[in-house]
T-cell receptor, first 111, second 115 residues
Framework: QQPVQSPQAVILREGEDAVINCSSSKALYSVHWYRQKHGEAPVFLMILLKGGEQKGHDKISASFNEKKQQSSLYLTASQLSYSGTYFCGTESNSGNTPLVFGKGTRLSVIA | DTAVSQTPKYLVTQMGNDKSIKCEQNLGHDTMYWYKQDSKKFLKIMFSYNNKELIINETVPNRFSPKSPDKAHLNLHINSLELGDSAVYFC??????????????FGPGTRLTVL
């Protein structure tokens, strides 16, 4: 079942912060985050495994609340290069199941 | 060094034709995938192969047939192309299928246009 991402789109000025949420109705084993720039392939950002961990990648970090079956991606002090569509992909607890991607959140950072 | 490569990058063809897209990865990964991304940017998995063996075959018309000659290659053949097949097709690979550490590395995509 496809995870739900919110918001669908967001526009930021450089330096502003944003949060992108991803929620699932299924028990999750892991959550992936990817960024896709226009006309390019999705690029892996990070993976969070069950256990409620948090991860960071430069000024982009994420959390995973296993009990709520939710993950959030935090972008702080956004840069122009952060623009793109962010996808979460979820792996359910049943194992050997494919990653299911959300519909994406389009992030635009303007000067 | 290209990790996941696909050819061709663009493919324009007439309805009813048969076409193939090739994919190769040099990451030593065991698992490879084909995804379809439509005009609304939805990334939908089509197939997954693990060590040359078909693992996942989502609801895809049987006009689509994947072939994996070895674990570094996963090709996609499409018969009798239809207008609705127009999309960007991404190949991807990952170290494993599931259970964590299955981050996916995507190829550059093949934009297929059916006229």
């Amino acid at each position: 079942q496809q995870p739900v991402q919110s918001p669908q789109a967001v526009i930021l000025r450089e330096g502003e912060d944003a949060v992108i949420n991803c929620s699932s109705s299924k028990a999750l084993y892991s959550v992936h985050w990817y960024r896709q720039k226009h006309g390019e392939a999705p690029v892996f950002l990070m993976i969070l495994l069950k256990g409620g961990e948090q991860k960071g990648h430069d000024k982009i970090s994420a959390s995973f609340n296993e009990k709520k079956q939710q993950s959030s991606l935090y972008l702080t002090a956004s840069q122009l290069s952060y623009s793109g569509t962010y996808f979460c992909g979820t792996e359910s607890n049943s194992g050997n199941t494919p990653l299911v991607f959300g519909k994406g959140t389009r992030l635009s950072v303007i000067a | 060094d290209t990790a996941v490569s696909q050819t061709p990058k663009y493919l324009v063809t007439q309805m009813g034709n048969d076409k193939s897209i090739k994919c190769e990865q040099n990451l030593g990964h065991d698992t490879m995938y084909w995804y379809k991304q439509d005009s609304k940017k939805f990334l939908k998995i089509m197939f997954s192969y693990n060590n040359k063996e078909l693992i996942i075959n989502e609801t895809v018309p049987n006009r689509f047939s994947p072939k994996s000659p070895d674990k570094a290659h996963l090709n996609l053949h499409i018969n009798s192309l239809e207008l609705g097949d127009s999309a960007v097709y991404f190949c991807a690979s990952s170290p494993r299928l599931a259970g964590g550490r299955n981050e996916q590395f995507f190829g550059p995509g093949t934009r297929l246009t059916v006229l």
